[in-house]
Nanobody, 127 residues
């Protein structure tokens, strides 16, 4: 079971990027999907998540209003997107997508509740 993340890059402050994370639909049907990030010298932190049931979304306070998480359930794949607007230098980090099945809502921001992880994609925002 693999998650494939892509879309990172170098952008100036105020710019936008869209990250994608694709997984086999058969493997991830019913899974909540999330994004986390880890900046140099810091612990990995929650960014955003989308609940499979109902499509509710959740955001870290630091990205609320600037980032949007969404999902696309095609016939054979599930793709999770993270649209990042008004990027700031402090958004610079390696971004990871993650998936979990059967987790309770109260833990959707908890890194430890996610079972599957993508390889990470670098986002660098220059000032």
């Amino acid at each position: 079971v693999q998650l494939q993340a892509s879309g990172g890059g170098l952008v100036q402050a105020g710019g936008s990027l869209r990250l994608s994370c694709t997984a086999s639909r058969r493997a991830f049907s019913g899974y909540d999907m999330g994004w986390f990030r880890q900046a140099p010298g810091k612990e990995r932190e929650f960014v955003a998540a989308i609940r499979w049931t109902g499509g509710s979304t959740f955001y870290a306070d630091s990205v609320k209003g600037r980032f949007t998480i969404s999902g696309d359930n095609a016939k054979n794949t599930v793709t999770e997107y993270l649209q990042m607007n008004s990027l700031k230098p402090e958004d610079t980090a390696v971004y990871y997508c993650a998936a979990r099945y059967g987790g309770i809502l109260s833990t959707i921001r908890a890194e430890r509740s996610y079972t599957y992880w993508g390889q990470g994609t670098q986002v660098t925002v220059s000032s």
